[in-house]
């Protein structure tokens, strides 16, 4: 959105460097001036489309359950005889081993019909999220999203994936690129591959992107998933910049994202670092719920979530050796992270509370 | 041209089949044991190449071409693997040195195998000929295949007139392989290790055959064939989609489960399995082969999924064929509809 760079009290924030109330002085702010100036900009709302309608329709019977044709009792016979006999054949599909996989591990099957529709009631009831600037999404060839990272769990990453798959008129499917973590975990790692994640790498994210594919990658990495609730939406360093280079390579543009509601979700506290070096982990939260209450401190807080995808910044125009050049690499750098900070706060100022 | 390792199918198969080539004059067969089948018109010599006699064998036999099939992951009867290792490493560098010697060498071909990649879950998806692997394996076969391909760089530094081939083969898979993954996959019941679903590539033998014939001609018009070049087949199959092709019922097993598995199983003689294929089950494999399609000019016969479908039909139905379960399932799609149910449905991925 290109009005996200004119709000003033955003550049004054910036500027001043503010600490972690910032952001929460900010909503304080962007909620009393909302009731003063009426309702918030409904700028780039995204409408639901035709092409994805019917999709959105099946899901309250799909993610009920794993399986399709079980019970669709209330629909029409007509229909009900259709998603029984579309579910047998899925069946049979999958237990004759009669599926596609591409080289990555993704199984597009696996994921529209099952994994995605176990993530959407999550994304439509529990999180409600709303996306924006859906439109700022190439609807062909390659594309790299990049986002904040926040919510102790890489909850964000899965939220965006369903929000490009069903919000996008093309139905596109994101890649998301995820830490090395993912994959030495068991189970992780093999939904991971499934829902078409890899590694975070220059090679693998190349390949998607010369593909054509629309990667999506969290720069920040641990460094923002893992950072204490205080500095929340607070952006933290983009790792060493290697996704603009990967970019300027594929010459894809650059889509920056900016995801509110998911800092939130589970509010760290504290890092048990003792613990998380035994276990091997880059952190191990402490919430005010987790891990007191056990599983039950485990459930993420029911924030309402915005995902608002930015004006892509084109990479086509540099010269082939620009790659190589680490000047405009930071350069460029900084200007998608100034572009997602910016428009995070531009949502903070929007949004009414942290659950509505 | 001088073969080694032709005592194996491959090797057998791949001798048979080169004879027919109007380019090729004579080949000498080598190996330590006499084989089993026919080597069509071929002279067979029975030569340890892990001896110096090599060098006095490819002296006499005066051959232009070195073909190097002797660099295995399974030990030939009742061989063991240390004996195994002496030959993939002791035998190369024996050959290399006769090659090295010999002035009428003009053509090396090396077969090798993509386990010079490791397998790590910190590797990119996919391994292309320059990818250097984030972990180096750490023993058997896939070390072996590493230091051998160190002797064949070395070789080929100090005869550069010698157009050097090294083909890392993807599993090699097809009626009569015998491959430790073949083995594997003749289990009746196979284990698997839980959370993991490893990305696997095959090639066929008849691919095999046919690329390892593009590495010991003069190459064609627009294509070389000296280099390092990824062989394998188009696609990759899942471990589980693998398994539910070949009607087989997989036990998860956790993973320090698995290695005790395997080491009871090893002791009972049923299979040989080493660590680094406990490994590729876990954590899967994938190349690029960018570079045999356009530098080596190779399009190879058969997808993975068609090598593994070749391979389905050698071996019989298993314990759950998959017609039977298709069957089982149209069943179900025919009964009448009121109070209709299907069984839900065991795994969904």
């Known amino acids: 959105m290109a009005d996200a760079k004119v709000i003033p009290f955003d550049d004054d924030r910036s500027r001043g460097g503010g600490g972690g109330s910032t952001p929460r002085s900010s909503r304080r702010r962007g909620a009393s001036n909302r009731r003063a100036g009426g309702e918030p900009p409904a700028v780039g709302e995204v409408q639901p489309l035709p092409g994805v309608a019917p999709v959105r329709d099946d899901d309250p019977v799909t993610h009920e359950d794993e399986r399709p044709g079980k019970q669709a009792g209330d629909d029409a016979s007509g229909g009900l005889e259709q998603r029984i006999a579309s579910g047998l054949a899925f069946l049979r599909r999958r237990l004759t081993g009669d ?3 591409d080289d990555f591990g993704y199984d597009e099957e696996l994921t529209d019909q099952v994994l995605m529709s176990l993530l959407r009631p999550l994304y439509e009831k529990y999180f409600r999220v709303e996306v924006k600037g859906i439109e700022n999404i190439p609807a062909e060839g390659g594309a790299l999203i990049v986002a904040n990272h926040s919510g102790t769990v890489p909850m964000d990453g899965l939220m965006m994936q369903v929000a490009v798959h069903d919000e996008h008129p093309a139905g596109r499917h994101l890649r ?24 975070a790498c220059a090679e693998d994210a190349s390949r998607l992107l010369e593909q054509g ?3 999506g990658v969290m720069p920040e990495g641990f460094k923002g998933i893992g950072k204490p609730f205080s500095d929340r939406y607070k952006l933290q360093r983009f790792g060493r910049g290697g996704f603009v280079s990967t970019a300027l390579r594929a010459r894809t543009p650059i889509v920056p994202c900016s995801i509110v509601g998911a800092e939130e979700i589970y509010p760290m506290i504290g890092n048990a670092k003792t613990l998380a070096r ?7 939260p402490l919430t005010p719920t987790f891990p007191w209450l056990g599983p039950l401190g485990a459930v993420p807080l029911p924030t309402k979530w915005t995902i608002q995808f930015g004006e892509p910044i084109p990479t086509d125009g540099y010269p082939p050796e620009a790659a190589e050049d680490p000047m405009l690499m930071f350069n460029l750098t900084d200007q998608v992270r100034e572009q997602i900070q910016h428009t995070l706060y531009k949502l903070l100022v929007q949004r009414r509370s942290v659950f509505f | 041209m001088l073969v080694t390792g032709v005592a194996r199918q491959l090797g057998g198969r791949f001798v048979r089949r080169i004879q027919r080539d109007p380019e090729v004059d004579r080949v000498v067969a080598v190996d330590a044991v006499p084989p089993e089948h026919h080597l069509g018109g071929a002279d067979f010599v029975q030569a340890d190449i892990r001896q110096p006699t090599i060098a006095r064998v490819l002296a006499e036999s005066g051959a232009d071409t070195v073909v190097h099939l002797d660099v295995t992951g ?3 009867g009742s061989g063991s693997r240390a004996a195994l290792k002496e030959t993939n490493v002791i035998g190369t560098m024996q050959l290399l040195g006769a090659c090295q010697k010999s002035p009428h060498v003009k053509r090396l071909v090396v077969k090798s195998s993509t386990n010079v990649y490791g397998s790590a879950p910190r590797d990119p998806a996919v391994f292309t000929e320059t990818t250097p692997p984030k972990s180096l394996p750490s023993g058997g076969f896939a070390k072996d295949t590493v230091e051998v391909e160190g002797y064949v760089r070395g070789f080929a530094r100090r005869r550069p007139d010698v157009a050097v081939c090294v083909l890392r083969f993807a599993n090699i898979l097809g009626p009569t392989a015998d491959s430790p993954l073949a083995s594997y996959f003749s289990l009746p019941v196979l284990p698997t290790v839980l959370g993991y679903d490893p990305r696997l590539q095959f090639v066929h033998e008849d691919d095999v055959i046919e690329v390892l014939r593009i590495g010991s001609h003069e190459p064609r018009r627009g294509t070389l064939n000296s280099g390092t070049f990824n062989i394998a087949g188009d696609g990759v199959l899942l471990l589980s989609q693998c398994s539910r092709r070949l009607g087989r019922p997989t036990v998860p097993l956790l993973l320090p489960a698995v290695t005790w598995a395997n080491t009871v ?3 009972l003689g049923m299979t040989d399995f080493s660590p680094e294929q406990i490994r590729l089950l876990t954590h899967g494999r994938v190349v690029a082969t960018d570079q045999m399609r356009d530098v080596l000019g190779f399009t190879p016969k058969y997808t993975t999924a068609e090598t593994f479908a070749d391979f389905v039909r050698s071996r019989g139905p298993g314990l759950l064929p998959p017609e039977a379960l298709a069957a089982a399932v149209d069943r179900i799609a025919a009964l009448p509809l009121p109070g209709s149910s299907h069984p839900p449905k065991q795994s969904a991925n």
């Open chain 1, 278 to 284: 035994l276990l091997g982990l880059p952190y191990f």
């Open chain 1, 99 to 101: 599926y596609e996989v």
């Open chain 1, 176 to 199: 998301l690129l995820a830490a090395d973590l993912v994959f030495v975990l068991p189970v992780v790692n093999e939904l991971a591959r499934k829902l078409g994640h890899t590694l």
């Open chain 2, 74 to 76: 399974t030990p030939l």
């Open chain 1, 213 to 215: 594919e629309l990667v």
């Open chain 2, 265 to 267: 199983m090893r002791t």
